[in-house]
């Protein structure tokens, strides 16, 4: 068995240790004997992006958000493409605003975005930005388990129909708002660095099960010794008061 991952914009788009994300699918995948191949994907570098498995699109500021919009935007068929064979997406931040309608700053510039999704991203002042370590109740493929990551994002993205988990501490898709990410059969999307899948595995294991499913249906993976990641975020749950998870992430308006 093999996954194959694709790491779009991995010279521009990586922030907080985004790429960290990479390197925990690469080894999970490693210690069970699955075969891996990592290809990266820059600006104008041309790449079959619907042969691959997994799609990873980290975080960037605005800056690289303005620099990658076009290529990305260029890209649209082939990712359509990718969606319709079944790859798996994890996308962080900047790279979970790129693929709704538009991501506009404080000062009004507004970068279009794939518009595969109704959500859109507005950036209001200085004021809300939403900083800081968070936790999240998070509900995917038929699992329930509290995430925790670190947010640094002026974006506010609204207009989430389904949500990657609700809010226990932090901020989330808004200032102070309840719920985080975007979530469906195929896009995991979240605001949540630090790395997202070093301090929480489940997640990263629930990414490889959807890659490969796309060319070897539903595979069942071999638990891993997860004892430091789970004291970790235990520590790091209690360290920001979110050790109860909150009641069940169903929708946002
Ligand atoms: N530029 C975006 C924002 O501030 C994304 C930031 C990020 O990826 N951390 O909302």
């Avoid at 619907?50 to 990712?79: H, K, P, T, V």
């Avoid at 070093?198 to 010794?225: H, Q, S, Y």
Wanted: proline share 3%.
């Amino acid at each position: 068995m093999d996954v194959k991952i694709l790491w779009m914009y991995h010279d521009l788009m990586d922030l907080y240790g985004d790429k960290g994300n990479i390197q925990v699918l690469k080894t999970r995948c490693e210690k069970r004997g699955i075969d891996v191949q990592v290809d990266t994907c820059g600006i104008g570098e041309k790449q079959n992006i619907d042969s691959y498995d997994i799609f990873f699109l980290g975080g960037g500021a605005d800056r690289e958000q303005n620099l990658i919009f076009e290529d990305l935007l260029s890209r649209r068929d082939a990712i359509e493409q990718a969606m319709k064979s079944g790859t798996a997406f994890l996308l962080i931040c900047g790279g979970y605003q790129m693929f709704g309608k538009y991501y506009r700053d404080q000062d009004g510039k507004t970068v279009n975005g794939l518009s595969f999704f109704d959500y859109y991203t507005e950036a209001k002042d200085r004021d809300h930005r939403c900083i800081g370590n968070i936790a999240i109740d998070v509900e995917m493929d038929g699992e329930r388990f509290p995430a925790v990551g670190f947010e640094n994002h002026g974006g506010q993205t609204r207009n989430v129909s389904t949500p990657l988990g609700r809010v226990i501490k932090g901020h989330g898709n808004e200032f102070q708002g309840q719920f985080e990410g975007f979530l469906n059969d195929q896009v995991a999307a979240t605001y949540m660095h630090g790395p997202l899948l070093p301090k929480n595995p489940m997640i990263a294991d629930l990414i490889l099960k959807r890659g490969l499913k796309r060319r070897f249906g539903d595979v069942a993976l071999e638990p891993l010794d997860d004892v430091l990641e789970t004291q970790a975020r235990t520590i790091m749950l209690k360290r920001i008061g979110a050790e109860a998870p909150a009641a069940n992430a169903s929708s946002e308006n």
